[in-house]
């Protein structure tokens, strides 16, 4: 009983989070179809159009000049896939102004003794004349970077830093797990080497499956490294790919036929048209918030379109708002790290409609003035009226009980 109730409640959330999000009800149909054998010529067939459908979203001018590999995982497992098996004996920088930039940076630890960090604070842009020196002065390989800093919401530079990489002789690889399907990477103009995302974020499907797309040539130098790692070797991903369409193990198949049927959504719709769509919720929602003096961590035009980084207001609890939100069946995210206790994130990517956008300001607005109103209740209670003579006789009372 204590299952359906349960259940039921689940049903009814709202996922204004950068991830995992409410999916179509198409892709709910896409999970459940026939069960096929991933080594027979039907998954051959899905993977083949998984990958065309990325290579459009992505709007890859030169296609056959790229590949893209599907991994069963979370987007950190593609970005552990790139991290070693790019960088061989080389040395990697990491840019970092972010927890996802730290995360990069403790992966390639692991795999790459020449792993070089320059970084800044959470939510600080990237100083780009400092990275043109520091390349000026290091030999560095390969340059990695995150689009976009969920922590912050903060869109970090592609082209300025691709072009930085190239000028000095290293490859651009790009954490793109959070903005694609979103905001606009051009893998061709903006030289990046390999891309990483995830399923369930910007793209809108189920969490569980990563990709990471890239440059044949550069999928064909892997060859030359020796393996870090046995799952996430991204040379095997390319060979299995390359010469039997294939994944080398065995991959979550249903997640696949979901995965296929978001693009599929993405395209059908249009890239553009559904960048634009992402945007201009992201326009209402913070509209919506600026209305209730709400401020936010970033200037807008560091934003990236998904999400909102917003401050708590004075007196109010980021634990207080969450719990209640959630009580209206509205799911936001918790600052994390620096931003612990001071922020609260909100999320427009997903299955959300302008009514639930509506919806969500104004539970929001009750919701503030009711916690608002009980913090005041707390810090200076409301006291009944005292008439003078009282408070005379009050005073003369409080003098004899002090002597």
């Known amino acids: 009983m204590r299952s359906k109730k349960i259940e039921l409640v689940l049903d009814k959330y709202l996922l204004f989070t950068p991830g995992p999000v409410n999916v179509a009800a198409s892709l709910r149909n896409a999970i459940c179809k026939e069960d096929i054998c991933h080594r027979e010529p039907d998954f051959d067939s899905l993977l083949a159009s998984i990958e065309q459908k ?5 709007e890859i001018r030169k ?7 599907v991994i069963t995982g979370s987007g950190t497992a593609a970005n552990e896939a790139i991290l070693s098996s790019v960088v061989g004996t080389g ?12 995360r990069l940076y403790k992966t390639s630890l ?4 020449r792993t070089h960090l320059l970084q800044q604070p959470w939510g600080i842009p990237f100083d780009t004349d400092q990275i ?39 490859i651009f690889v790009v954490d793109g797990v959070s903005s694609v399907g979103a905001e606009v990477v051009d893998m061709e103009r903006c030289n990046i080497a390999f891309c990483s995302s995830s399923s369930s974020k910007a793209i809108g499907s189920y969490p569980g499956l990563s990709f990471v797309i890239g440059r044949k040539k550069q999928f064909k130098k892997l060859k030359l490294h020796a393996p870090k790692t046995t799952y996430l070797n991204l040379a095997t991903f390319y060979r299995f790919l390359k010469d039997h369409s294939q994944t080398p193990n065995t991959p979550a198949v ?35 918030m600026r209305k209730l003096n709400l401020e936010f961590v970033l ?19 980021v634990r207080d708002l969450r719990d209640k939100l959630r009580e209206k069946s509205i799911i936001i995210y918790e600052g994390k790290g620096c931003f612990a206790g001071k922020v609260f994130q909100v999320g427009n990517i997903g299955e959300l409609s302008d009514h639930d956008t509506q919806f969500f300001v104004s539970t929001l ?24 003579p009282i408070l005379s006789a009050l005073g003369t009372h409080k003098r004899i009980a002090i002597i």
């Open 254 to 288: 249903p997640l696949f036929f979901a995965l296929d049927q978001a693009l599929a959504n993405i395209l059908s719709e249009g890239v553009a048209t559904r960048f634009a769509r992402i945007r201009a919720r992201a326009d209402q929602l913070r509209l919506g």
């Open 132 to 170: 043109a020196a520091y390349l000026a002065t290091h030999k560095i390989d390969v340059v990695a970077m995150v689009h976009h800093e969920t922590c912050s919401g903060m869109l970090n530079p592609l082209a300025a830093i691709g072009t930085l990489a190239k000028t000095h002789g290293a």
């Open 63 to 69: 296609r056959n000049r790229y590949r893209a590999v």
């Open 365 to 388: 607005r009750d919701v503030l003035l009711e916690l608002q109103a009980k913090a005041a209740d707390v810090v200076a209670p409301i006291q009944p009226k005292i008439s003078k």
């Open 91 to 102: 040395a990697i920088l990491i840019l970092s102004n972010g927890e996802f930039g730290e």
């Open 110 to 113: 692991i795999h790459n003794a």
């Open 299 to 317: 200037d807008e035009a560091n934003m990236c379109a998904i999400l909102t980084t917003v401050k708590v207001p004075p007196s109010i609890s």
């Open 54 to 58: 990325l290579l459009t979203l992505f």
